[in-house]
């Protein structure tokens, strides 16, 4: 991409740009040209209903669909998205912007080779961002908060069927905030429309808040195309399943053997023993060779550990 102003291109991520009278150097396409809050004509706000843990970050997302189309929702588990739509993700810390991804859909076909990936670093007056030259950026405006290279994206992004990741029926199925699967039913902006009621995650509260973690920090990588899914370790949770036991989760995890084990730690999960379950080894680490998610955190995840674990508690 195009690093656009020269003058804040050149300025390094901790440059104030003076936009005087232009108003916002957002990211393109995201906001109306006179602000860097109110969105353009057709962007729309959306939450996943299982977050993605980067470190603490707040995320602000956004998809903008052109008028029109329709996402081909035949496989309810791999939407297919026309050419001309844009997922933005905008990364805070203590309520300054750092950072906003793009994905745009540019070509027909189906796959993340289709789709260019962006990232945007935002000023330190909030009213401009310059794009990155697709290499890893530490330590944005000062903060902990890293922009992953371009290389790392294709990891996250390459195993789902259209190459996204939060904007799904699973994730959608839900009474809101933003864009839900209801209102895209409604808008005849989903082919064949689905019911929000059929894509609820199986078991009670506690499996529900485990499995829903699990598919939107893991799954990206562990599922049937993934870049990991060699191991054999499968963490999607497909729409349609009445029972935990059906999950891809648990009939790869629990109480099977993992191809990484620790001292009193061999099976991926143990029934009723978090200590001796490797994934939690794995998710409380932050050693290079041993945590998991690999990318996109230095923290661990303490609330979503504890989810897990208390999971693997009831099991």
């Known amino acids: ?36 809050t109110a969105l353009a004509d057709g962007v729309r706000p959306f939450q996943p209903a299982y977050a993605l843990w980067t470190d603490g970050a707040s995320k602000e997302r956004f998809v903008y669909l052109p008028p029109g189309t329709q996402i081909d929702a035949s496989d309810p588990d791999g939407w297919v998205f026309p050419v001309g739509t ?14 906003t991804r793009l994905l745009e859909k540019t070509r027909e076909g189906v796959g993340y080779t289709n789709w260019e990936m962006r990232a945007f670093l935002w000023n330190a007056s909030q009213d401009a961002v310059f794009e990155s030259d697709g290499e890893l950026v530490e330590d944005v405006l000062g903060t902990r908060h890293d922009v992953p290279s371009r290389d790392m ?20 199925g839900h009474g809101g905030p933003g864009i839900t699967l209801d209102d895209l039913n409604r808008e005849g902006q989903l082919a064949p429309p689905l019911a929000s009621g059929e894509v609820s995650l199986p078991g009670d509260e506690a499996t529900q808040a485990a499995l829903g973690y699990l598919h ?6 562990h599922q049937g195309d993934g870049s990991r899914s ?18 891809l989760a648990y009939r790869s995890a629990v109480d099977v053997p993992g191809n990484w084990v620790a001292v009193g730690a061999r099976l991926r999960i143990a ?7 490797t994934i939690i080894r794995r998710m409380r680490s932050r050693e290079p060779a041993i945590q998991m998610p690999p990318l996109g955190t230095e923290i661990v995840d303490s609330a979503g550990l504890e ?9």
């Open 230 to 247: 060699v191991t054999g370790l499968l963490l999607r949770v497909d729409v349609g399943l009445e029972s935990p036991e059906e999950t």
């Open 1 to 36: 991409m195009d690093a656009g102003d020269a003058s804040s291109a050149d300025a390094g991520p901790d440059a104030t740009v003076d936009s005087g009278d232009i108003g916002c150097d957002g990211p393109p396409g995201l906001y109306q040209s006179e602000s860097c």
């Open 271 to 277: 029934s009723g023993d978090p200590e001796a379950s």
């Open 307 to 315: 989810l897990v674990r208390q999971w693997i508690e009831g099991i």
């Open 153 to 172: 994206c294709r990891d996250c992004h390459s195993a789902n069927r259209d190459g996204v990741n939060g904007f799904s029926a699973l994730q959608l």
């Open 86 to 99: 844009r997922l933005y993700k905008t990364f805070s810390l203590d309520g300054v912007r750092l950072e």
């Open 216 to 221: 939107a920090n893991c799954a990206h990588c």
